[in-house]
């Protein structure tokens, strides 16, 4: 360390990175409006386009170049969930989180299936989005959205406990192996 009155040198300024560029996919005109305000106050964010549907956002995603697509699921037309799979296929990089209302287990494995980075419920806390939007290269699940993801695997790892110890005779009261001495 440092000798008693001596202090740290200075360190060199980190080089400033360019803003996470952002696109908004959400059929209702006031939320994106708000979400607009909210996000571009967060330093290091900026939103470059948005849409009101799926279809749109697949065609300007080319030309806007995004680094995240905050896509909502629940549009009318092509929904997010397509609209997520399209854009993924596309190969521009663009990390899609899902952000929504109502999050449905379903949804979210389906979403994460077609490649979306993330899911973000409409609800919960502003962190969780802010947050999801500049983890780069890392997958983000609200508080919600983990808890499923958990309780699924859970429910799969218990299935796949159930179906061995049946197979090999242990706990069907068929003559296997007794838990008790």
Known sequence: MFAAGHTRPPRAPRPSRAPIRLMLVDDHVVFRAGLRALLEKQPGLAVVEEAGRGDEAVARVRAARPDVVLMDLAMPGQGGLEATRRIVALGTGARVLVLTGLPQEQQLLDVLEAG?????????????????????????????????VVLQRYLRERQVADVSRKRWGKGDGGGGESAHP
């Open 116 to 148: 979306a980075h993330g899911f973000v419920d409409k609800a919960g806390p502003v962190e969780d989005l802010t947050r999801a939007t500049v983890m780069r290269g890392r997958r983000f699940l609200g508080a919600d959205a983990a808890r499923m």
